[in-house]
C-alpha cells in the first residue's frame, strides 16, 4: 500500500488521505491540529488520528532522537515507501553540518523505468534547508537494485555540481522490493572526488 492507501485506510476518505499526504510530504516538522484542520473534512478527531500516525511513525520508524547518517541503512526507514511504487521518484534528503537529516524532498516523478532529474532541481531543496550535504535515492519498479547507465550519469553530475556548490552528495541509494544498492559504496572513489577540495 501507498501512503495515500494508508491514510486512506485510516480515515475512509481517499481523496482526503491524497489531500493530507501530499501536505504532509512537504512539511519539515509534524503539522499542528489547529494546521490539519484547516482542511475541508478534518475535523479535531480526524486530526488526531493523522497526529497518532506521525508520532508512531517516528517512534517506530524513524525514531525517537535525530541520529547522524553515517550509512545507507540510516535512511532506509524514510524510503519504504518507495518500494512498491509503480513509476521512479527521485527524492533528496537535506543534511545538516552533523549529518543530521533535514528533511526529505520529492525532486521528481516520472515514468515506469525512468526519472530526469536535474541539478537545479535536486540542489533547490539543499539551498532552502541551508544544508551542508545531501543524499539521493530513487526507486526501480522493475524489482532490480542494478544502477543503470543513467543512474551513474546522474550520480556523476550531481557529485560535480555538489563540489562546486559546497554541498557534497554522500550517498546515491537505489531502492526496490528486492532490497537496495549504495552507489557509494560500490563506488566510493566517485565520491571521495566530490568531497576533496
Known amino acids: 500500500m501507498n501512503n495515500v492507501e494508508l491514510f486512506g485506510a485510516i ?23 489547529d ?23 517516528a517512534r517506530y520508524v524513524v525514531g525517537t532522537e535525530a541520529k547522524s547518517v553515517i550509512s545507507p541503512d540510516d535512511v532506509l526507514s524514510r524510503l519504504c515507501d518507495l518500494k512498491y511504487e509503480s513509476q521512479e521518484h527521485f527524492v533528496v534528503f537535506t543534511l545538516d553540518n552533523a549529518n543530521h537529516v533535514i528533511s526529505r524532498h520529492t525532486v521528481t516523478v516520472g515514468l515506469a ?21 545531501i543524499i539521493v535515492a ?35 541509494i537505489i531502492i526496490s522490493k528486492s532490497g537496495y544498492t549504495s552507489i557509494c559504496r560500490c563506488y566510493p572513489d566517485m565520491f571521495a572526488e566530490g568531497m576533496s577540495n
Open 35 to 57: 494546521e490539519l484542520v484547516r482542511f475541508r473534512g478534518v475535523g479535531e478527531a480526524t486530526a488526531d488520528k493523522i497526529l497518532a500516525c506521525c508520532e508512531l511513525s
Open 11 to 33: 480515515l475512509g476518505d481517499v481523496d482526503l488521505a491524497r489531500r493530507v499526504t501530499d501536505y504532509l510530504a512537504g512539511c519539515t516538522r509534524i503539522p499542528t491540529r
Open 138 to 172: 530513487h526507486n526501480h519498479p522493475s524489482g532490480s537494485t542494478e544502477p543503470s547507465g543513467e543512474d551513474m550519469a546522474i550520480t556523476r553530475l550531481l557529485i560535480s555540481a555538489g563540489k562546486i556548490m559546497k554541498i557534497p552528495v554522500i550517498d546515491h
Open 113 to 133: 523505468n525512468q526519472t530526469p532529474a536535474a541539478p537545479r532541481e535536486v540542489f533547490r531543496p539543499a539551498l532552502m534547508d541551508n544544508a551542508t550535504s
